[in-house]
């Protein structure tokens, strides 16, 4: 058995849509991935931003289903399917692995603080048994500032060693250079592959091993960011990765970024209802929503092809 | 309709057997239960302690249909229901009603961090107003060591507001007196009853107007617990209460609770399978487990009557 060529570039958390009564909604869902295809993006669906936390497995599983049915490429995705239990992450992943995903992007168990490491091997390795498949690729999920449970590089060592085939990456979205090093000094060289948590850290991570990006605003600047993730070795890298900024910021200095996100959404595709979030979140107020609408405009940001896109789509 | 009467005194956040390939185990689950009544302590079942969050909603509707089935009093018992999505929530809640649970105990949603009080307000509104059911009493779950989303004086003020009937009270396992004693102040003579999440804080809380204890030591101390309950107004109290410090120590000072508390319903119940827990927690050690089982010999532990009601229940 050839092992599938392993997903790299830019990847997308894609926002999930609600409808009014907070039910995901299949068809947005569908429209948006196709346009993020579209922009060369791939789909991390099911991650933080994509409130996947906030829906049960049977309502994640039903949108997985609903990209495959329209036959949205499962070798561009990613879900996420790290939850608390072992029960649920093995139900989320096999699924995954049967639709032919190239990897799934896996939390580590959040409930409980302060575990073991080798409480944490127990529980991946667990899964990985339990799934059973060559084909399984796991990129382990460090974000510490929301889940606190955190991948370290002592854990990264003990599963390589274990599973050198399933564990093929990881994404750092803890916010800190320093710990993005440290992994890919440690790991990057034997195949660890690691992507940034932002595209604030793109550039940074392409110059040291890294391999992409799977970063919230690529939901709605996907094409800027793959830009910069096929040029970072061009002489003008510097200028695209300080523009990535400046949307980057406009979005989530003075906003919940995943309100903010849908709200861009919302506003580019003229569909109030993408707006929506579920609890505990809000979506922005109508005030806020004007004031970032004025904010992308005075900063030229556009979506382009969403519109068109999303009208095919329908 | 008259209201039930309220659940109120000892109750054990139930743990939670599991074979030795993992599976949730309704039979031992069921004596379990057995017991604890017998020695006139309720079943808050599906908290911390029971490793709820590491299991699956099925796994956890499928336990509590075995009590049912095993005619386990319901009028005892309340379950936690409160996941990270309202799905899910709204779910186990509503099962947990129709069975004629006194309560249910609801974890704020643990995923996302530092979201907005109203954001909870949201949540816990969508939750009561999907259940829809006039019988549901929620006792809202503070435990910031764990869950890191908490509960506050704001919120509870809020809910009551909107909902006096469904809002019943709270479990406060900050392990901070001084929060306890805040919403006892503020709410206790409203009819919102506070449990404290440690019976090593049963007698401050019950002199300040508090109902009880859903305490983890439940699971192994529940006389002596409820004997404090019932006698706190007594002249050795205090001497009551010093007691039971010394077992919660011995449980807690050296061990992970959950682990050392199932070590110890294994070793008085002669049966190896119940020390084992669900990654990501281990077990404990051979090692520790006798040094536990000497530690507790050592300041006259007992679990009067346990075997006895395994045999019956078996």
Not at 88 to 99: G, I, N, P, S
Not at 286 to 304: C, H, N, S, V
Request: contains cysteine.
């Amino acid at each position: 058995m050839t092992a599938a060529p392993r997903i790299k570039g830019v990847l997308s958390p894609v926002v999930t849509p609600f409808r009014a009564d907070l039910s995901p909604d299949p068809k947005r869902f569908v429209a948006h991935c196709k346009w993020l295809l579209s922009q060369n993006c791939g789909l991390a669906v099911f991650g933080t931003n994509s409130e996947a936390n906030s829906q049960s497995s049977e309502e994640r599983m039903a949108l997985l289903d609903a990209l495959v049915e329209a036959k949205v490429d499962t070798a561009r995705m990613m879900p996420g399917t790290g939850c608390c239990s072992i029960t649920e992450t093995v139900k989320l992943t096999a699924h995954a692995v049967k639709h032919g995903c190239a990897g799934v992007l896996m939390l580590p168990p959040f409930y409980y603080k302060g575990v073991p490491e080798d409480g944490l091997v127990r529980h991946f390795s667990e899964v990985i048994e339990r799934v059973g498949d060559a084909r399984l690729r796991i990129y382990l999920y460090h974000i510490p500032p929301v889940a606190v449970v955190g991948i370290t590089p002592g854990l990264v060592e003990k599963l390589m060693k274990r599973y050198p085939t399933a564990i093929a990456g990881m994404k750092d979205s803890s916010g800190d250079w320093n710990n993005t090093k440290t992994f890919l000094d440690a790991f990057a060289k034997s195949g660890f592959d690691v992507f940034v948590g932002s595209e604030s850290f793109l550039l940074a991570g392409m110059r040291n091993g890294g391999v992409g990006t799977i970063s919230a605003t690529a939901n709605v600047n996907p094409a800027a960011i793959d830009k910069l993730y096929r040029e970072w070795q061009g002489a003008d890298a510097d200028v695209q990765q300080q523009q990535l900024n400046v949307v980057r910021d406009a979005l989530s200095k003075k906003y919940v970024m995943i309100s903010a996100l849908k709200a861009a959404v919302s506003i580019y595709s003229g569909d109030a209802e993408w707006a929506n979030v579920r609890p505990p979140l809000l979506a922005l107020t109508a005030e806020q929503k004007t004031q970032l609408a004025g904010e992308l405009k005075a900063i030229g940001f556009d979506m382009p092809g969403l519109k068109e896109t999303y009208a095919r789509a329908a």
